[in-house]
Structure formats: C-alpha cells, structure tokens
C-alpha cells in the first residue's frame, strides 16, 4: 500500500467513525425528548392541593434558613470535629 492509499483509508474510517457518533448522539437526543414528552403526558407532575394552575407562579419557595439554625448548625459541626480529633489523638 502507497502513503496516500493509508491517508485515503484513515479519512475513510474517521469520517465514517465521525458520522456513526453523529447519528448515534442525535437519535439518543430524539429518544430522550421523545420519553421525556411521554412521561409528562401519562404522568403528569401533581400541583399542590388548593392551587390552581393559574396561581403556580404565585407560590414562592420557603425562606432561607435563619440565623439561629446556623448557629446550633455550626455548633453541632463544631462538637463533631472536636469530638473526632479526640479520638484520633489516642
């Protein structure tokens, strides 16, 4: 085989490694958006009792979390560490 017969062959195969990846990425992206459109429609995701879907937009998430619960968050954090060093030190 000549130099350019191989480059000719290597071409070959890589476009065509290239275009299988290609196809088999955009069917999977089809197959999932297909799915994905399937289970939305059979099974819808439940709305909260007493609301509308009208006034979705209207319910807000919960608030952050206080300053209190950092600190005994921080606390308990603090008495686990402590509590591994001594642990460690024997």
């Known amino acids: 085989m000549t130099p350019s017969d191989l480059i000719t062959e290597g071409s070959s195969l890589m476009l065509f490694g290239m275009g299988f990846v290609f196809l088999f990425l955009s069917l ?3 197959v999932t ?3 994905s459109k399937i289970i939305t ?4 995701e439940p709305s909260p009792s007493g609301v509308s879907g009208s006034n979705r ?3 807000r998430p919960h608030s952050p979390v ?3 619960d950092q600190t ?7 008495a ?4 591994h060093r001594t ?4």
């Open 72 to 78: 005994e968050l921080v606390a308990a954090i603090s």
């Open 80 to 83: 686990a560490i402590r509590l």
């Open 57 to 59: 937009a209207a319910i």
């Open 28 to 30: 999977l992206v089809l």
């Open 33 to 35: 958006s297909l799915m």
């Open 87 to 90: 642990k460690n030190r024997k």
């Open 66 to 68: 206080s300053s209190t």
């Open 41 to 44: 429609r059979f099974f819808p």
